[in-house]
């Protein structure tokens, strides 16, 4: 590797690294994600009443709500954030090593992921997601390097930590053992990391199941199980308008509002190319990035939630695409931290602040706005005080980006 360019790509890391440290700093409690200082509060009760409350009144996710906690409580809400961003930062470079890019290929990998605003920004919460990710990626890189036991450790951890990332963990194994063959050495190893995998993934699920007095009321899925919510979890009602529409409007939100037209480019001109699945790395990536969308049309509520979709669809693009595609979208994606645009008037059902945004209509109106990082810097709806109403005795710790533990 020449060591020009070597320096030329570290510079770039790291000033991304800087960014994401700072705009996590910047955040503080004013989390884009509600559920983030739901997290919190279960690390939170369990110090202060010794019992297992799950996040979001759900299932709940052990191992990042307790790191989460963790650093939230004893050094503040800002370092908690830059955590979970270094959590994202880490899941990206590890990526590189994992699809063997190599120095331009990583360039435009490590670009094309932190030139996405709202790929970027949003891993900057303290919030589970990022966790999950890097958890579910290292446990790739191990199985790549058929370490299987370590493997299961990280997919056992990636279940706790995310449940949906299920959807990714069992597919992935399968095809993994698909492209090695059918033997059966191939057999013993791919049922190993199944029922080891699930065994920890289980494991960690033993302080839910006895929060809920031992039984599965946790546990709500679509058509099956019992819900007072619309849809699942939190998610808007089981009909093709209310879905479709949030599902196309927040896939165009993530993969850019001018980077969009490339990728509906691609799509329609390209797609023997995109979908071909000669090797176990093409092959993955195209199952993750389905998996994820057809995961989301059903749940079409946080972007993060596509987080996985819209990383493995740049590794597509970088491993197989022309570098001039690439470099217009990270040039799109870069105009989009200064100038921005919605084509939608949405009406909330609550205007108030403090409410859950619960969307009820959308007009079409074309309107300018502000990029990405200005609108970050500019928004005055802060949503600290909203939050910081039930962090109950450590309010003002939260609200003033204290230790928590400061409270007592």
Not at 316 to 327: A, E, M, Q, R, T
Not at 333 to 342: A, G, H, K, M
Not at 345 to 356: G, P, R, T, V
Request: net charge positive; with cysteine.
């Amino acid at each position: 590797m020449n060591l020009l360019e070597k320096n030329k790509l570290n510079i770039i890391v790291y000033s991304f690294l800087v960014l994401g440290i700072l705009l996590s700093i910047k955040r503080s409690s004013n989390f884009s994600d509600g559920d983030s200082f739901d997290v919190i509060m279960t690390f939170l009760n369990f110090i202060d009443y010794g019992v297992y409350t799950p996040s979001r009144a759900a299932y709940g996710h052990l191992v990042p709500e307790f790191i989460i906690g963790f650093f939230a409580y004893n050094f503040g809400i800002p370092v908690s954030n830059i955590v979970c961003f270094l959590f994202f930062f880490s899941s990206i470079l590890l990526l590189t090593r994992t699809f063997k890019f190599n120095n331009l290929e990583s360039f435009f990998f490590y670009t094309l992921c932190f030139s996405n605003f709202l790929l970027f920004i949003e891993n900057t919460n303290s919030i589970d997601y990022s966790i999950a990710l890097f958890f579910f990626v290292v446990s790739i890189f191990f199985i790549k390097k058929e370490n299987f036991f370590l493997t299961s450790i990280f997919f056992g951890l990636t279940i706790i930590s995310r449940a949906n990332f299920i959807v990714f963990i069992y597919p992935t194994i399968l095809i993994f053992f698909l492209y090695k063959g059918i033997n059966k050495k191939n057999i013993l190893n791919f049922l190993f990391i199944i029922f080891f995998s699930t065994f920890i993934g289980l494991l960690f699920f033993i302080p839910t199941y006895v929060s809920y007095d031992y039984s599965l009321k946790f546990i709500k899925i679509p058509f099956i199980t019992n819900s007072n919510t619309p849809g699942w979890y939190g998610g808007p009602e089981f009909n093709l308008l209310s879905l479709s529409s949030r599902f196309f409007y927040k896939i165009f939100q993530i993969v850019g509002v001018f980077s969009s037209f490339i990728f509906l480019y691609l799509l329609f001109f390209n797609l023997k190319k995109i979908f071909n699945i000669e090797n176990f790395d093409r092959g993955l990536c195209i199952l993750i990035i389905f998996l994820n969308l057809l995961l989301f049309f059903f749940m079409p509520v946080k972007t993060l939630l596509l987080n996985p979709f819209i990383i493995f669809s740049y590794i597509l693009l970088v491993k197989y695409f022309k570098k001039n595609i690439l470099i217009a979208i990270i040039g799109l994606n870069l105009f989009q931290w200064i100038i921005s645009y919605d084509f939608l008037e949405i009406k909330y059902k609550n205007q108030e602040l403090c409410f859950a945004k619960e969307a009820i209509s959308a007009s079409l109106n074309f309107e300018l706005k502000e990029g990405g990082i200005i609108y970050f810097f500019s928004d005055s709806n802060n949503l600290t005080k909203c939050y910081s109403k039930f962090m109950r005795e450590y309010s003002f710790e939260f609200e003033n980006n204290l230790p928590l533990r400061h409270s007592k």
